[in-house]
């Protein structure tokens, strides 16, 4: 069963002070990607990796940078928080770029 | 023009009818097309995918996509109360995803 964790579930920060949310995967997977979920707004892909070392942005990247450097985590990383990204955010995973993904838990972030 | 519209609802129906949720995408050149169910507050899980032109049923789902009029539709028969939540339609193109913003179902005992 392909099982996404993320870290934390749960973050309440200020503006400007850097964190680093973490995704890990457990299948192997090559594609990766992270999304914010906000009413109304529905789920919008920030940023996804299609393999090692390999990333590329998506509708919303403004504001956040990930790496990719093994296979088994794509960290997310917001260098100064807004209060505009505060978010539900979800990692989730597939085999490939057309192939169905699975979400992680969700990381509930709230920037003050 | 969004790239994936549903909507919103909320669509109420009651429990063992058959509950409709209709999706339209704007780039022809969408891929593939997923239906994912999401409990409030929890992450969206896989109902369905469907690839090409037709149905496809998965027990109680079914699945319609119609590529020329750029419409994937899902059906929910014998809805139980367990099956409320909000539904959210997604597409591929290229290497990215693209959400609806979800239609809230809800099945009334």
């Known amino acids: 069963e392909a099982q996404v964790t993320q870290n934390p579930r749960y973050l309440i920060t200020v503006t400007g002070k850097k964190l680093t949310v973490t995704c890990s995967q457990n299948m192997n997977h090559e594609y990766m990607s992270w999304y914010r979920q906000d009413p109304g707004l529905g789920l919008r892909q920030i940023y996804y990796s299609m393999n090692v070392e390999v990333t590329d942005k998506g509708d919303v990247p403004e504001g956040y940078k990930v790496s990719r450097k093994e296979k088994r985590n794509f960290p997310l990383i917001l260098e100064s928080p807004s209060p505009n990204q505060t978010s539900l955010y979800f990692c989730a995973i597939s085999g490939g770029a057309t192939d169905t993904q699975y979400f992680g838990p969700g990381t509930r972030l709230t920037v003050l | 023009q969004k790239e994936v519209e549903q909507n919103s609802g909320p669509l109420s129906v009651p429990e063992g009818a058959i509950a409709s949720l209709n999706c339209t995408y704007s780039?022809?050149?969408?891929?593939?097309f997923f239906w994912y169910r999401q409990y409030s507050g929890k992450s969206p899980e896989l109902i369905m995918f469907?690839?090409?032109?037709g149905d496809k049923e998965d027990g109680r789902f079914t699945a319609q996509l119609n590529k020329a009029s750029q419409y994937v539709s899902l059906l929910i028969r014998d809805s139980q109360p367990s099956d409320s939540a909000t539904y959210l339609c997604?597409?591929?193109?290229?290497?990215?995803?693209?959400f609806g913003t979800g239609t809230s179902l809800t099945v009334i005992p």
């Open positions: 997604a597409v591929n193109r290229g290497n990215q995803f693209y």
């Open positions: 469907i690839y090409s032109n």
């Open positions: 780039d022809r050149g969408s891929q593939s």
